[in-house]
């Protein structure tokens, strides 16, 4: 099996340049040999980068209790299937906290729902197999949405920190000549290096803020990422699209202080602007354009309910909870579960809330 870089090697080759988008595929989700394939244990402590569902099972409940609430108002006196989608799942530990929730708070629920966790990956769904064997009733795999079985899908459809990592193209302003080009990637001896494709397509529609970008201003566009949102948008017949990530806004991200972007490598915690080294070694992430999310889920029909951050909507669960006592007296872990899911300093300000709703 060929590793990333001998593919990219081969590829850039053949055409002289690569697009960053197919660079970044390739090192993340390569069989076998990308980032995302082959190391099981990259989140958390130990790892590369923690995640909210890494400090512990609170993040799981809260949405496992927030879901709930949507679910038993969506059924009422009706019987549709219940279901939940979890779209990159990782290693099943979310699934896992979420059912284990259900299971003990609201059986009733629990025993209706079918769990359907979409993962591409082979590799993967066996990581999730393994994680979620004491639920292998309620769950089932799918590796994309154009299954026949859920075209008319009735229920929620979510992702945690899943369209970061969907590839981007990367456009830069060339201020002299007052056009965008776009940043690929050319093979120089043992290296990878930077290169411009010209007759970039991006364009934006405010002419203004390109007289006052710097020259060299670089922005990450994810096609990839708006088309997925919009496939989700396309089965949901009734119920919640649901994605937590990191992100701007169309306005935040399109900032003249903001000229080298938001693309990031990742290794043992330490973030690094040399995204092109370690190959299928390190994790590469940009920033969510929600603007665009937004957007594309509205022309697709669906309605707005909710865009906030992460502090602001796990808060509003939280409180709902002790109105309910559902998780009794708060102890010391959970308390620090909490802070740091929701301090700016930790994940709180970096992390948005979508829901939007048909």
Not at 286 to 310: D, M, R, Y
């Amino acid at each position: 099996m060929k590793t990333p870089v001998e593919i990219i090697r081969a590829e850039a080759a053949a055409s002289g340049v690569l697009s960053f988008a197919r660079f970044m595929e390739l090192a993340l989700y390569c069989p076998d040999s990308g980032y995302y394939e082959q190391q099981k244990d990259n989140v958390g402590r130990r790892g590369d980068f923690i995640t909210s569902v890494s400090t512990g099972t609170l993040f799981g409940e809260l949405l496992a209790f927030q879901f709930a609430g949507w679910l038993e108002t969506e059924v009422g006196s009706r019987k549709p299937e219940v279901r939940l989608i979890e779209a990159g799942a990782h290693d099943g530990k979310l699934a896992k906290d979420i059912l284990n929730w259900l299971q003990t708070n609201r059986p009733k629920l629990f025993s209706e729902i079918e769990y359907i966790i979409l993962e591409p990956s082979p590799r993967r769904q066996e990581w999730q197999r393994e994680t979620l064997k004491q639920f292998a009733p309620r769950v089932r795999w799918l590796s994309r949405f154009n299954d026949s079985t859920i075209q008319r899908f009735n229920g929620i459809i979510f992702s945690n920190e899943l369209l970061d990592a969907f590839p981007v193209h990367r456009h830069a302003w060339d201020a002299k000549n007052k056009n965008w080009f776009e940043w690929g990637v050319a093979v120089d001896g043992k290296k990878f290096v930077w290169t411009k494709i010209q007759n970039s397509e991006f364009r934006i529609q405010n002419s203004e803020l390109e007289s006052v970008l710097p020259d060299g201003y670089t922005i990450e566009i994810s096609p990839a990422a708006e088309i997925w949102w919009r496939e989700a948008a396309g089965i949901l017949q009734r119920g919640k699209l649901l994605t937590i990530d990191y992100g701007l806004t169309s306005d935040e991200l399109f900032s003249p202080a903001r000229a080298d972007g938001t693309l990031r490598g990742y290794f043992r915690h330490h973030a690094t602007d040399d995204i092109l080294a370690n190959v299928g070694e390190q994790d590469l992430t940009a920033h969510v354009n929600f603007s665009a999310i937004q957007k594309a889920g509205e022309e697709a029909g669906l309605k707005t309910e909710t865009f906030s951050t992460q502090t602001k909507f796990l808060a509003q669960i939280l409180e709902k909870t002790l109105a309910h006592n559902i998780f009794g007296e708060r102890n010391a872990s959970r308390t620090r579960q909490f802070q740091t899911l929701t301090h700016p300093e930790h994940l709180g300000r970096a992390f948005r809330v979508l829901v939007q709703s048909r």
